[in-house]
Every structure is written in structure tokens, then in C-alpha cells.
């Protein structure tokens, strides 16, 4: 997206004190964004946060939900604390995705909009200048994790300002039963009480009936105060299929014809596995085929997950074969295909990657391979990522008792003690990840660094609530499965799973 030519120099009118003349809402979608109309129902969202009310956005990814948030935080506003001091009051956004909220940033930074993240990414002096930058008044936008907020020093820049709205971005991750649950999503009602309880937009792309209520329950809100906006499903430049496969030269085949329907000219395309050993093997096969292709998952080093996400962005590689970590932050409008070579762990997941597909609204293929022996794989796969009470506490002992141990030998040797041969358990990565999550550790894995700061959770303890989790993510497996075996209108099952089987507003 190119910055409209009649862009200002600089933004001094949105801080409070300046205001040339009465702005509109399309005024700055015009003179900012270079868009000409809204779409629905961008502009009722923003009418409703600029009137001082909550919403939940439920719109489909790559159709605009961030302007809804971001045209009303560069409103000028007649009155408020911080315009009266020259500073512009602040817009507040969480998001759990440390790429995503660095790509926003700098579009808006593009179009001489003054906005910031403050994150792990940042230097210790960075982060630091950043603080005094925001407490100042320097942003009108925030970008931060929810974690952000156990740092006081966080908590004492941001007091020094008014915030206007509090934006919750991937806002499913507030629920315990969404696909990319956060813990800290959950403290959304402690955190919107610490800030001046601001008007609030919680924004996500998928979310079923109970995680909508959820959402709305973590924010401390009641339901009437609360107006859903859900956009629906439907993006009729998607070609949404299922093909029913049986191994590997199957798979293959599918993929190469694909590939094949668009030149590289035209765009890029995305194929998808659970596993990276098996990420690996399409993938010499398809070298020894001679397909160009690259490959991304989280065994290589990050400085080569940053090089080949920015050869994708720039249209070098047509073909990327990926895990699901990739893709998430990427904004491309050309991406002409993407195709599950296995099945994923639940309907959102399937259709937040899809999503990526077909931006720029040109047609674009979006392909799930459905072998039935994969689902036990991701069977493996959902054990993987639902330890038990017991594993819980074994990873916290190790943290706790064998620390010297821990720091010298790292995660293999934490592996040997916890599961012994069973080399391709994923557990102990998932155990660690929600000790950090719940604030419980600290540092980093490689090279192991973890310091234990408090206690084990209570919450990784229970053991009901956990067999409930590893149940519910069990169950969102079969509903995709049945899914992929519907014999009739998938995207009625589609929207049945989603709670659109009636029209919404």
C-alpha cells in the first residue's frame, strides 16, 4: 500500500493543538490510507468508539480491521488532559505478536503517523528511550504485549498519559477455549481498571459463540455494553477445497498442480505442515524435482526466518514451505494459493491461514489435503501441547532443584530426565512457553538462561481445567475433520461452526 501524495508533512494537527478545520472520519481514510470508501462495517465501528462506545470486530483477516482503531485515535480532539499539556492523548493496542506490531508500526511510520511498539525486540536503552519518548507525548499509537504490564516502568510512562482507547488486537487469545490462548489476556479487566478504564475495541478474525463471550466477560464488560460487528466468513475470491489423499506422491502431486495453475509472476503461495520433519521431507523431494522453493520453521536461526520472510515479502521466493508460525504478522496482497498438505489443529487455525490468501481480492486457491493417517500425528500433536498437571510440576522441580544442571546442559537434558527416548515430544517446549506465559520464569531457552520468579501457577496445576483444555482441543480437531468429510455446502458447516447460520450486523 503506497502513502496517498496529498499526506501532510507531519501530524501536528491530531495532537490536540492544532486543528485546522472539523476532520472527518474519510478525510482520514483518504488523506492517510489513499482509500476512497469504507468498508463494512469499518465506518459504524468508528462511529460507535468515536460516540465513546465498546465493540467486538469479528472481521475476516486482510479486511481492514485495524483502521477501525487506528482512524479514530488520529481524530483531533477539542479537549482533553494531555492536548491541554501539547501532548496527543494516546491510543493503547495489545497484540500478542511481536512481528505483526513491528509491520503495523512501520506502515503507519510510512505514512508519517506517529507510532511506536515497545517490546522484547528492543535493547534495554531502546526500550528505556522509548518510555520517555511515550510519557513525553511523542505517539499517538502504542503498540505492546499484554506482558508489557508487569513492567512499572511501563506502568509509569503510560500514567503520565491520557488514553483515549484501549485497542485488543488477536483478541481470542483472551479466551481460555481460543485457538492461541495468552494468560496475560485474561488481566484485560485489571489493565483497562489501571489506565482509566478507556473506550475499548477488541478486534479478532475468528472466534465461535462461547469465545465471543469470553472475550467479552475478560474485559470486565457486560454483554449490552458490548456491540458485536461480525462481517461474516464469506471471501468470494476464495476457492475453498478438499481433496481426500493417500501418501506422500498424492500430497505431491496436488501441490505441483497447484503450483503449476499460477507462474510466479503472477504471486506468491504458501503450503503448510505440522511437523518439520515432514516440512523436510516434501521438501528434498520437491528439490530433487527440481521445484523452486524455500523453506521456514523454527529450527532455523532467526536471522534466516527474517531473510526468507523478507524475500517472500518481496516476491523472491513464489513458493514457501512452512510451519504455522509463518505467516503471522505478513501483510502481501498476492498470495495466490494456500495449501494444508496436513490437516491443522482446529477450524480457526484453518482458517486464520487460509485468510492470508487472495488480499488484493484476485482469485486464489485455498487447498486442504486430508489424509485420514494424519490425524495421528496431530493427535501427537494435541498431547504435545496439553501437559499434564504432572508434567507441570516435573519441568517446575528440574527449574527449581537442578538449576546449576538446567543452565549447563540445557534442554536436552531437561528432555532425557522428562520423557527419556521419546525424541520428538514437544512437551517440555509447551511447558516452558506457559511458565512464561504466567509469569512464572524468566530468560531465555537457548542458550538456557531461565530464572524461576514465582511460584507454579495455580491454573498448571488443576488438573480438571487441563483434561478440559486437552477435551475441547480435541473436540475443535473433529469438527474439522467434519468438515473436510461434509458431503454437502462446507461453507454452511463453515459458518454453523462460527454461529453465522443467521445473519449478523
Avoid at 126 to 153: D, I, Q
Avoid at 181 to 210: C, H, K, M, W
Avoid at 276 to 302: A, K, N
Amino acid at each position: 500500500m503506497i502513502a496517498d501524495s496529498r499526506m501532510p508533512s507531519d501530524l501536528s494537527f491530531v495532537t490536540g493543538s492544532i486543528t485546522p478545520r472539523h476532520m472527518e472520519p474519510i478525510d482520514i481514510l483518504r488523506t492517510y490510507f489513499g482509500y476512497d470508501s469504507f468498508r463494512p462495517p469499518q465506518e459504524a465501528v468508528i462511529r460507535r468508539l468515536i460516540a465513546g462506545e465498546h465493540s467486538l470486530v469479528i472481521m475476516p483477516t486482510g479486511a481492514g480491521k485495524s483502521l477501525c482503531y487506528q482512524i479514530p485515535a488520529l481524530l483531533p480532539v477539542e479537549s482533553s488532559s494531555d492536548a491541554s499539556r501539547g501532548k496527543p492523548p494516546l491510543t493503547l493496542v495489545l497484540s500478542p505478536l511481536i512481528a505483526l506490531m513491528k509491520d503495523q508500526v512501520d506502515g503507519l511510520r510510512a505514512r508519517n503517523i506517529p507510532a511506536a511498539y515497545i517490546n522484547s525486540s528492543l535493547s534495554r536503552d531502546e526500550r528505556e528511550r522509548r518510555y520517555n519518548e511515550v510519557a513525553s507525548g511523542k505517539f499517538s499509537l502504542l503498540y505492546v504485549t499484554p506482558e508489557r504490564f508487569r513492567k512499572p516502568e511501563f506502568i509509569a510512562a503510560i500514567s503520565r498519559r491520557s488514553i483515549r482507547y484501549l485497542a485488543v488486537d488477536e483478541a481470542h487469545c483472551i479466551s481460555e477455549w481460543g485457538h492461541d490462548f495468552r494468560p496475560d489476556y485474561t488481566r484485560l479487566n485489571e489493565f483497562r481498571s489501571l489506565i482509566g478504564n478507556p473506550v475499548t475495541i477488541a478486534l479478532t478474525a475468528t472466534a465461535t459463540p462461547e469465545v465471543q463471550r469470553d472475550i467479552v466477560r475478560q474485559l470486565g464488560l457486560e454483554t449490552d455494553r458490548m456491540h458485536t460487528f461480525h462481517a461474516g466468513i464469506e471471501r468470494p475470491n476464495l476457492r475453498l477445497l478438499v481433496e481426500e489423499v493417500w501418501g506422500d506422491d498424492e500430497k505431491l502431486t496436488r501441490i505441483d498442480a497447484v503450483r503449476k495453475l499460477y507462474p510466479a509472476a503472477s504471486g506468491s503461495g504458501i503450503v503448510y505442515f505440522t511437523l518439520i520433519r515432514t516440512l523436510e521431507r516434501f521438501g528434498e523431494r520437491m528439490r530433487t524435482l527440481g521445484i523452486p522453493h524455500v523453506r521456514y520453521h523454527g529450527d532455523l536461526e532467526r536471522n534466516e526466518r527474517r531473510k526468507i520472510q523478507n524475500e517472500f515479502m518481496r516476491g523472491d521466493c513464489p513458493l514457501v514451505l512452512a510451519t504455522p508460525a509463518f505467516g503471522m504478522g505478513i501483510d502481501k496482497d498476492d498470495i495466490r494459493f494456500v495449501i494444508h498438505a496436513e490437516i491443522p489443529g482446529s477450524m480457526e487455525a484453518w482458517f486464520q491461514e487460509v485468510g492470508r490468501a487472495g488480499r488484493d481480492g484476485l482469485p486464489a486457491d485455498c487447498l486442504l489435503l486430508y489424509e485420514e493417517s494424519d490425524l495421528l500425528t496431530q493427535m501427537e500433536f494435541l498431547r504435545w501441547s496439553n501437559p499434564d498437571a504432572e508434567f507441570y510440576e516435573r519441568v517446575y522441580e528440574l527449574l527449581v532443584h537442578s538449576h546449576e544442571r538446567v543452565a549447563a546442559f540445557g534442554l536436552e537434558w531437561m528432555r532425557e530426565r522428562l520423557h527419556a527416548k521419546q525424541i520428538h515430544d514437544r512437551r517440555l517446549e509447551t511447558a516452558l512457553g506457559m511458565l512464561e506465559r504466567y509469569g512464572v520464569v524468566e530468560g531465555t531457552w537457548e542458550p538456557m538462561r531461565l530464572e524461576v520468579i514465582s511460584p507454579l501457577a495455580a491454573e498448571l496445576q488443576d488438573r480438571e481445567r487441563l483434561a478440559t483444555k486437552l477435551r475441547r482441543d480435541q473436540q475443535k480437531l473433529l469438527a474439522l475433520v467434519q468438515f473436510a468429510r461434509c458431503t454437502g455446502n462446507r461453507l454452511d458447516s463453515l459458518r454453523d461452526y462460527f454461529g453465522l447460520a443467521t445473519d449478523h450486523t
